[in-house]
Protein backbone atom coordinates (compact mmCIF):
# COMPACT_ATOMS: atom_id res chain seq x y z
CA UNK A 1 0.00 0.00 0.00
CA UNK A 2 0.60 3.76 -0.88
CA UNK A 3 3.12 4.88 2.07
CA UNK A 4 0.90 7.96 2.60
CA UNK A 5 -2.51 5.77 2.20
CA UNK A 6 -1.03 3.51 4.95
CA UNK A 7 -0.37 6.69 7.60
CA UNK A 8 -3.17 8.66 6.64
CA UNK A 9 -5.68 5.35 7.23
CA UNK A 10 -3.69 4.68 10.79
CA UNK A 11 -4.01 8.49 11.68
CA UNK A 12 -7.63 8.15 11.12
CA UNK A 13 -8.14 5.00 12.86
CA UNK A 14 -5.95 6.60 16.03
CA UNK A 15 -7.96 9.74 15.94
CA UNK A 16 -11.47 7.76 15.65
CA UNK A 17 -10.64 5.26 18.94
CA UNK A 18 -8.93 8.31 20.58
CA UNK A 19 -12.66 10.47 20.13
CA UNK A 20 -14.83 7.09 20.85
CA UNK A 21 -12.49 6.36 24.03
CA UNK A 22 -12.85 9.81 25.43
CA UNK A 23 -16.53 10.14 24.79
CA UNK A 24 -17.25 6.96 26.27
CA UNK A 25 -16.05 8.02 29.91
CA UNK A 26 -18.22 10.70 29.51
CA UNK A 27 -21.30 8.10 29.21
CA UNK A 28 -22.52 7.06 32.77
CA UNK A 29 -21.45 4.20 34.53
CA UNK A 30 -21.88 0.72 33.04
CA UNK A 31 -22.68 -0.61 36.41
CA UNK A 32 -22.70 1.19 39.26
CA UNK A 33 -21.08 -0.94 41.62
CA UNK A 34 -17.70 -1.88 38.73
CA UNK A 35 -16.32 1.77 37.44
CA UNK A 36 -14.19 1.85 34.87
CA UNK A 37 -16.64 -1.16 33.11
CA UNK A 38 -16.73 0.01 30.23
CA UNK A 39 -17.91 -0.98 26.33
CA UNK A 40 -14.38 -0.52 25.11
CA UNK A 41 -15.33 0.76 21.66
CA UNK A 42 -11.96 1.93 21.20
CA UNK A 43 -10.59 -1.48 20.78
CA UNK A 44 -12.98 -1.31 17.48
CA UNK A 45 -10.76 0.52 15.52
CA UNK A 46 -7.37 -1.42 16.75
CA UNK A 47 -9.22 -5.01 16.09
CA UNK A 48 -10.02 -3.40 12.64
CA UNK A 49 -6.36 -2.52 12.09
CA UNK A 50 -5.54 -5.86 12.99
CA UNK A 51 -8.08 -7.82 10.38
CA UNK A 52 -7.71 -5.05 7.70
CA UNK A 53 -4.45 -3.74 7.86
CA UNK A 54 -1.79 -6.67 9.94
CA UNK A 55 -0.59 -6.94 13.02
CA UNK A 56 2.20 -4.13 13.11
CA UNK A 57 -0.55 -1.39 11.86
CA UNK A 58 -3.26 -2.92 15.02
CA UNK A 59 -0.02 -2.57 17.74
CA UNK A 60 0.79 0.95 16.04
CA UNK A 61 -2.75 2.34 16.36
CA UNK A 62 -2.86 1.38 20.13
CA UNK A 63 0.03 2.18 21.17
CA UNK A 64 -0.21 5.72 19.37
CA UNK A 65 -3.90 5.99 20.98
CA UNK A 66 -2.16 5.18 24.24
CA UNK A 67 0.65 7.98 24.28
CA UNK A 68 -2.15 10.65 22.95
CA UNK A 69 -4.52 9.84 25.35
CA UNK A 70 -1.87 10.26 28.24
CA UNK A 71 -0.70 13.09 26.84
CA UNK A 72 -3.84 14.90 26.59
CA UNK A 73 -5.91 13.58 29.31
CA UNK A 74 -4.21 11.52 31.60
CA UNK A 75 -1.37 11.38 34.01
CA UNK A 76 2.20 9.24 33.34
CA UNK A 77 0.53 6.40 35.56
CA UNK A 78 -2.84 5.78 33.48
CA UNK A 79 -0.45 5.44 30.47
CA UNK A 80 1.08 2.14 31.94
CA UNK A 81 -2.78 0.81 32.36
CA UNK A 82 -3.94 1.77 28.99
CA UNK A 83 -0.31 0.60 27.46
CA UNK A 84 -0.69 -2.69 29.45
CA UNK A 85 -4.34 -3.58 28.75
CA UNK A 86 -4.06 -2.67 24.94
CA UNK A 87 -1.06 -4.65 23.92
CA UNK A 88 -1.80 -7.71 26.56
CA UNK A 89 -5.36 -7.49 24.10
CA UNK A 90 -3.57 -6.73 21.12
CA UNK A 91 -1.17 -10.13 21.98
CA UNK A 92 -4.19 -11.96 22.32
CA UNK A 93 -6.62 -11.27 19.74
CA UNK A 94 -3.44 -11.58 16.83
CA UNK A 95 -2.41 -14.64 18.49
CA UNK A 96 -5.93 -16.31 18.17
CA UNK A 97 -6.67 -15.08 15.19
CA UNK A 98 -3.28 -16.44 13.68
CA UNK A 99 -3.85 -20.18 15.87
CA UNK A 100 -7.49 -20.11 14.76
CA UNK A 101 -8.27 -18.84 11.31
CA UNK A 102 -10.77 -21.03 10.33
CA UNK A 103 -12.48 -22.21 13.73
CA UNK A 104 -12.78 -18.46 15.09
CA UNK A 105 -14.66 -15.40 14.25
CA UNK A 106 -14.28 -11.84 15.39
CA UNK A 107 -16.68 -12.81 18.06
CA UNK A 108 -14.45 -14.59 20.45
CA UNK A 109 -11.46 -12.70 19.45
CA UNK A 110 -12.94 -9.66 20.47
CA UNK A 111 -14.08 -11.28 23.87
CA UNK A 112 -10.90 -12.66 24.35
CA UNK A 113 -8.67 -9.16 23.84
CA UNK A 114 -11.54 -8.20 26.52
CA UNK A 115 -10.56 -9.83 28.93
CA UNK A 116 -6.79 -10.15 28.33
CA UNK A 117 -7.22 -6.08 28.33
CA UNK A 118 -8.49 -6.31 32.23
CA UNK A 119 -6.06 -8.67 32.74
CA UNK A 120 -3.46 -6.53 31.65
CA UNK A 121 -4.72 -3.68 33.74
CA UNK A 122 -5.32 -5.50 36.86
CA UNK A 123 -1.41 -6.87 36.75
CA UNK A 124 -0.13 -3.26 36.68
CA UNK A 125 -2.68 -2.41 39.58
CA UNK A 126 -1.52 -5.31 41.26
CA UNK A 127 2.71 -4.39 40.58
CA UNK A 128 1.42 -0.75 41.53
CA UNK A 129 -0.65 -1.77 44.93
CA UNK A 130 2.06 -4.50 45.58
CA UNK A 131 -0.95 -7.07 46.36
CA UNK A 132 -2.61 -9.35 43.86
CA UNK A 133 -6.02 -9.00 45.62
CA UNK A 134 -6.81 -6.69 42.82
CA UNK A 135 -7.78 -10.10 40.79
CA UNK A 136 -10.05 -10.60 43.03
CA UNK A 137 -11.90 -7.86 40.40
CA UNK A 138 -11.74 -10.41 37.64
CA UNK A 139 -14.72 -12.35 38.02
CA UNK A 140 -16.67 -9.62 38.13
CA UNK A 141 -15.06 -7.92 34.72
CA UNK A 142 -14.89 -10.46 32.69
CA UNK A 143 -18.65 -11.30 33.10
CA UNK A 144 -18.88 -7.43 31.93
CA UNK A 145 -16.15 -8.29 29.35
CA UNK A 146 -17.75 -11.11 27.18
CA UNK A 147 -21.02 -9.53 26.45
CA UNK A 148 -19.22 -6.00 25.71
CA UNK A 149 -15.80 -8.16 23.54
CA UNK A 150 -18.60 -9.66 21.90
CA UNK A 151 -20.76 -6.34 20.90
CA UNK A 152 -16.97 -4.83 19.64
CA UNK A 153 -16.23 -7.92 17.76
CA UNK A 154 -20.09 -7.65 16.40
CA UNK A 155 -19.38 -4.20 15.38
CA UNK A 156 -15.85 -4.41 14.07
CA UNK A 157 -17.37 -7.13 11.98
CA UNK A 158 -20.04 -4.64 10.38
CA UNK A 159 -17.48 -2.26 9.76
CA UNK A 160 -15.48 -4.64 7.85
CA UNK A 161 -18.58 -5.67 5.76
CA UNK A 162 -19.26 -2.08 4.79
CA UNK A 163 -15.58 -1.10 3.76
CA UNK A 164 -15.24 -4.04 2.07
CA UNK A 165 -17.77 -2.34 -0.04
CA UNK A 166 -15.73 0.61 -0.97
CA UNK A 167 -12.47 0.32 -2.70
CA UNK A 168 -10.68 2.77 0.53
CA UNK A 169 -9.04 -0.28 1.24
CA UNK A 170 -8.20 -0.97 -1.96
CA UNK A 171 -3.87 -2.18 -2.13
CA UNK A 172 -4.17 -3.35 1.87
CA UNK A 173 -2.34 -6.21 2.28
CA UNK A 174 -6.09 -7.67 3.86
CA UNK A 175 -8.02 -6.02 1.61
CA UNK A 176 -11.18 -8.39 0.87
CA UNK A 177 -12.72 -10.95 2.08
CA UNK A 178 -14.43 -11.34 5.93
CA UNK B 1 -19.94 -16.95 15.08
CA UNK B 2 -18.55 -20.07 15.09
CA UNK B 3 -17.62 -23.11 17.45
CA UNK B 4 -14.37 -21.64 18.50
CA UNK B 5 -15.72 -18.26 19.82
CA UNK B 6 -18.26 -20.45 22.02
CA UNK B 7 -14.92 -22.47 22.87
CA UNK B 8 -13.42 -19.06 23.94
CA UNK B 9 -16.50 -17.80 25.71
CA UNK B 10 -16.40 -21.05 27.91
CA UNK B 11 -12.84 -20.70 28.88
CA UNK B 12 -12.67 -16.87 29.47
CA UNK B 13 -16.23 -17.99 32.11
CA UNK B 14 -14.26 -21.10 33.48
CA UNK B 15 -11.16 -18.40 34.35
CA UNK B 16 -13.95 -15.88 35.61
CA UNK B 17 -14.84 -18.87 38.11
CA UNK B 18 -11.92 -19.92 38.87
CA UNK B 19 -10.20 -16.59 39.93
CA UNK B 20 -14.32 -16.30 42.12
CA UNK B 21 -13.10 -19.48 43.65
CA UNK B 22 -9.44 -18.72 44.40
CA UNK B 23 -10.70 -15.23 45.82
CA UNK B 24 -13.81 -16.10 47.49
CA UNK B 25 -13.49 -16.50 51.72
CA UNK B 26 -13.30 -20.65 52.11
CA UNK B 27 -14.17 -20.78 55.69
CA UNK B 28 -16.30 -17.59 56.44
CA UNK B 29 -17.73 -18.60 60.39
CA UNK B 30 -14.06 -17.15 61.26
CA UNK B 31 -13.63 -13.45 62.73
CA UNK B 32 -13.92 -10.89 60.12
CA UNK B 33 -10.81 -8.53 60.09
CA UNK B 34 -10.97 -5.03 58.53
CA UNK B 35 -7.18 -4.88 56.85
CA UNK B 36 -5.81 -1.85 55.44
CA UNK B 37 -2.36 -2.22 52.93
CA UNK B 38 -0.62 1.19 51.88
CA UNK B 39 2.12 0.78 49.35
CA UNK B 40 1.99 -3.07 50.16
CA UNK B 41 2.17 -2.64 53.30
CA UNK B 42 -0.41 -3.47 56.13
CA UNK B 43 -1.05 0.04 58.18
CA UNK B 44 -4.31 -1.33 60.05
CA UNK B 45 -5.70 -4.45 60.99
CA UNK B 46 -8.56 -4.28 63.54
CA UNK B 47 -11.60 -7.56 64.20
CA UNK B 48 -14.73 -6.40 62.44
CA UNK B 49 -16.96 -7.10 65.74
CA UNK B 50 -19.44 -3.52 65.98
CA UNK B 51 -16.42 -1.55 67.21
CA UNK B 52 -17.08 1.61 65.38
CA UNK B 53 -13.48 3.37 64.15
CA UNK B 54 -11.80 5.60 62.02
CA UNK B 55 -8.45 5.33 59.88
CA UNK B 56 -7.49 8.09 58.30
CA UNK B 57 -3.89 9.33 56.58
CA UNK B 58 -2.94 12.46 54.91
CA UNK B 59 -5.04 11.22 51.77
CA UNK B 60 -8.00 8.82 52.98
CA UNK B 61 -10.48 8.34 55.55
CA UNK B 62 -11.62 4.93 56.25
CA UNK B 63 -15.04 4.53 58.39
CA UNK B 64 -16.13 1.29 60.14
CA UNK B 65 -19.30 1.36 61.62
CA UNK B 66 -21.92 -0.61 62.82
CA UNK B 67 -20.82 -3.93 60.87
CA UNK B 68 -19.71 -1.92 57.64
CA UNK B 69 -16.99 -0.26 56.14
CA UNK B 70 -16.69 2.16 53.90
CA UNK B 71 -14.16 4.90 52.20
CA UNK B 72 -15.48 8.27 53.08
CA UNK B 73 -13.21 11.11 52.25
CA UNK B 74 -10.38 10.29 49.40
CA UNK B 75 -8.35 13.26 47.85
CA UNK B 76 -8.30 11.25 44.38
CA UNK B 77 -9.14 12.21 41.23
CA UNK B 78 -11.37 9.69 40.24
CA UNK B 79 -13.29 8.89 43.97
CA UNK B 80 -13.91 5.16 42.81
CA UNK B 81 -13.25 4.60 45.98
CA UNK B 82 -15.35 6.74 47.81
CA UNK B 83 -18.21 5.61 45.20
CA UNK B 84 -17.38 1.64 45.75
CA UNK B 85 -20.43 1.72 48.85
CA UNK B 86 -19.70 0.14 51.95
CA UNK B 87 -18.89 -3.82 52.73
CA UNK B 88 -19.31 -5.61 55.20
CA UNK B 89 -18.75 -9.56 54.21
CA UNK B 90 -15.45 -10.94 53.77
CA UNK B 91 -13.38 -11.49 50.68
CA UNK B 92 -15.15 -7.65 49.74
CA UNK B 93 -12.87 -4.71 49.30
CA UNK B 94 -12.86 -0.99 48.37
CA UNK B 95 -9.62 -0.25 46.08
CA UNK B 96 -8.35 3.32 45.70
CA UNK B 97 -5.36 3.10 43.16
CA UNK B 98 -4.43 7.12 43.03
CA UNK B 99 -3.58 6.17 46.67
CA UNK B 100 -2.41 2.94 46.06
CA UNK B 101 -5.10 1.73 49.04
CA UNK B 102 -6.75 -1.19 49.66
CA UNK B 103 -9.07 -2.15 52.13
CA UNK B 104 -10.30 -5.40 52.50
CA UNK B 105 -12.49 -8.00 54.88
CA UNK B 106 -10.47 -10.59 55.85
CA UNK B 107 -11.70 -14.16 57.09
CA UNK B 108 -8.80 -15.53 59.97
CA UNK B 109 -8.55 -18.42 58.44
CA UNK B 110 -9.44 -17.82 54.96
CA UNK B 111 -7.23 -20.46 52.37
CA UNK B 112 -5.37 -17.75 50.83
CA UNK B 113 -3.69 -15.61 53.13
CA UNK B 114 -2.06 -13.72 50.19
CA UNK B 115 -0.32 -13.01 47.34
CA UNK B 116 2.39 -10.79 46.69
CA UNK B 117 4.80 -9.97 43.45
Given at each position: MNRVKRLVLLALLVAM??????????????????PGAKLGLANVFSLFALVALGPAEAFTVVTVRCFLAAAVWGQPVSLAYSLAGGLLSMLAMWGLLKLGKERLSL?????AGAFFHNFGQLAVAALILQSGYVFGYLPLLTAVAVPTGLFVGAVTVLIKKAMDKTDLLAGT???GGP | ???????????????????????????????????????????????????????????NRVVVKDGRVWMEWSD???????????????????????????????????????ITY
Open positions: ASVVNYLEGLLPLLIPALYGVSAKKG | MKKGDLLIIVLLLAAAALFWWAFSPHAAEGDVYVVIQKDGEQVFREPLDGTDTKWTDAHCANQICVHSGTIGEAGQQIVCLPNRLIVRLEAVNAALDG
